[in-house]
């Protein structure tokens, strides 16, 4: 596929009508900050009506700026309190996107960081259904959340912001994308070539029980955007790893605790933060999830220039 970028000046009068112009044909992702209305200095929810409005029927579009899939009701923070508000039904961006005949949304209905919408697109890009893409944000989200049980916060009307920390604002934000289209729907085969950069190989530790992950890469794997953490970031990104692979039922219901045993970048080690496993049994599957993540430094992000890199988990 190719790629192209296209960006406008701030509060440009006329972004709707250049976008109907290029004609845009498969995937748009979007970039930007935003509110249920639309994106700020950018398109917004009333400029996708009447005649100069684009036709977006043939795209897929993955929203990063906050808010934008909000279609009507929302909360937000002022002075301290919770109150809910409404976006009217002509200016939300959410709608105004669906007027356009757009083929499906991936939008945020709260605060999150736009990486997540790559991630979506990623997995859709890929081959995945747009519901399986749409649920790895969720996977992802569980794993984060870190508790044997998931309880999401829940906004309370004139009560205080409900989040802990700008880390659990990141992780609602995330249980918080959704889905607007068919969920069963694959779009796309899988583009590119080459194998999965994120396969593992499962073996037998030599004593005790349980099982050993292995996986080795190189600098291909980060040209996905699979690498990129939105939780552990202070509310901006960090790098991670991020592997999925089906394991037997049997090997699961033994797992107590799981060691890093070996963790590199060309061969030095990595420090690293937030590992954690996660099983989901689904339709006679079980399915390892697993998850390190690596400190924020704006200098060097953990995984950039790295040509060879390994890791090795011992689950038991």
């Known amino acids: 596929f190719s790629n192209r970028r296209w960006a406008h000046p701030e509060d440009a009068p006329d972004v709707a009508s250049r976008l109907a112009e290029i004609r845009p044909e498969g995937v748009l992702s979007a970039w930007g900050h935003g509110m249920p209305d639309g994106v700020d200095h950018g398109m917004s929810g009333a400029s996708l009506t009447g005649q ?30 919770i109150v809910r508000e409404s976006v009217a039904p002509e200016e939300s961006f ?6 356009t005949r757009v ?4 939008a945020g209905l709260d605060p999150d960081r736009g990486e997540t919408n790559h991630h ?4 859709v890009l890929l081959g995945s259904t747009l519901g399986a893409a749409s649920k790895a944000t969720y996977d992802d989200v ?12 829940r906004y309370e009307v004139g009560k205080g912001r409900p989040h802990a920390d700008v880390r659990e604002t990141m992780i609602m934000g995330g249980a918080c994308r959704a889905l607007f289209g068919l969920p069963d729907w694959a779009p796309y085969a899988r583009a590119g070539a080459g194998s999965d950069p994120f396969e593992v190989r499962l073996r037998k530790p030599r004593k005790g029980k349980g099982f050993v992950v292995d996986w080795e890469g190189d600098d291909y794997f980060m040209k996905f955007w699979m690498p990129v953490d939105v939780f552990n970031g202070g509310g901006g990104w960090t790098h991670r790893l991020r592997f999925k692979t089906e394991v037997p039922l049997d090997k699961a219901k033994e797992i107590r605790s799981l060691e890093v045993e070996i963790l590199t970048k ?10 954690t496993a996660g099983f989901e049994h689904w ?13 924020r430094n704006e200098q060097d992000r953990a995984l950039f220039n790295g040509k060879e890199f390994r890791a090795r988990f011992r689950l038991h």
């Open 52 to 81: 100069e409005a684009p036709d977006l029927s043939a795209c897929l579009y993955f929203s990063g700026p906050c808010y934008c899939g909000v279609p009507a009701g929302w909360f937000r923070n002022v002075q301290g309190k």
């Open 94 to 99: 959410l709608l105004g996107l669906l007027r």
């Open 103 to 106: 083929a499906a949304v991936f």
């Open 120 to 123: 979506e697109r990623e997995h």
């Open 142 to 153: 569980v794993i984060a959340r870190r508790t044997k049980k998931l309880e999401l916060i």
């Open 266 to 275: 060309d061969g030095k080690p990595l420090e690293h933060v937030n590992t």
């Open 283 to 295: 339709g006679g599957k079980v399915l390892l999830h697993l998850t390190v993540a690596f400190p």
